[in-house]
């Protein structure tokens, strides 16, 4: 098989032709582009992109019985405003594992982090950013802010209100048992405020918790040295209320309460969550 036979250079089809040209006349020529147009200097800086630089990663960290689709709506609007954002996937397995995994996600992270848990994950953002000299804040959203020693079971159990331990059903897997929402049951516990179609879907693919995941004792809290804010939710039949409002008491947090809410807030109240995601990246900028 022949190909097709060298293309000539430029300088070539120069001499072929019996041109005669000083050397640096015809470089200049051979380096002339083809558009009639100036070649582009240097882009100035966006003054937009330098903006975003200079804000806060936000990380969000799901907890039990959702994935990471949860946080669409705040996502939207974090981003709207010029933050970048990743949505971590909890494993829901354990919580010492967990809160090593998210660890090791901070590790990849530069420059400074809102930190920023829901339900299960709180407690996964508490043992996590210890040690996470760049997590400017935690933001806790309806969220377990367990003391070391405590479980997410313990203070559950610790305050009346939670439908959430007579609404499990417990599948075993090889290493254990797994916990679900009874979905009959998930629209009142975890979605009150959700409309019922979206919250059947949710019932329907909920991720399920590791019941050891749920009894992990907490290390060391990052919110004894980082500072925090809390959402409670009013109408919370996961966490009660009475417990997140103790929590961010304790923590000595800023808090924001909504009588009306469910445990899924982040979902039925998008704007408030991100206003106070937002609140804390401003606070601690």
Aim: proline letters at 9%; hydrophobic letters at 50%; charged letters at 15%.
């Amino acid at each position: 098989m022949t190909g097709h036979p060298p293309v000539p250079s430029g300088r070539a089809l120069l001499r072929r032709r019996g041109l005669v040209l000083p050397a640096l006349v015809a470089a200049a020529l051979l380096a002339v582009p083809a558009s009639s147009e100036a070649a582009p200097g240097p882009a100035a800086p966006s003054t937009a992109g330098a903006a975003a630089a200079a804000k806060p990663t936000v990380v969000l960290v799901h907890g039990a019985f959702a994935d990471s689709s949860g946080w669409d709506g705040v996502i939207a609007r974090l981003e709207r405003q010029g933050y970048p954002v990743l949505a971590v996937a909890n494993p829901l397995r354990g919580l010492a594992g967990d809160a090593a995994y998210l660890s090791s996600v901070l590790d990849t992270v530069p420059g400074p982090v809102v930190l920023v848990g829901h339900s299960y994950g709180g407690a996964v953002i508490t043992d996590a950013a210890t040690g996470h000299a760049n997590v400017k804040a935690l933001v806790y959203i309806a969220a377990f802010a367990p003391d070391q020693g405590e479980s997410a079971l313990q203070i559950t159990g610790a305050y009346p209100g939670s439908r959430l331990p007579s609404s499990l059903v417990v599948r075993a897997f090889p290493d254990g048992q797994d916990a679900y929402i009874d979905p009959a049951a998930f629209r009142q516990v975890f979605a009150a405020d959700v409309p019922s179609g979206q919250a059947r879907r949710m019932a329907a693919e909920q991720r399920p918790i590791a019941l050891a995941a749920l009894a992990g004792a907490a290390g060391t809290p990052a919110w004894r040295t980082i500072p925090s804010w809390f959402l409670v939710a009013g109408a919370d039949q996961a966490i009660p209320p009475a417990a997140e409002l103790a929590m961010a008491q304790r923590a000595h947090g800023h808090t924001v309460t909504l009588p009306d809410a469910s445990h899924a807030v982040a979902l039925s109240r998008p704007d408030a969550v991100a206003d106070l995601v937002e609140s804390a990246a401003r606070a601690t900028a």
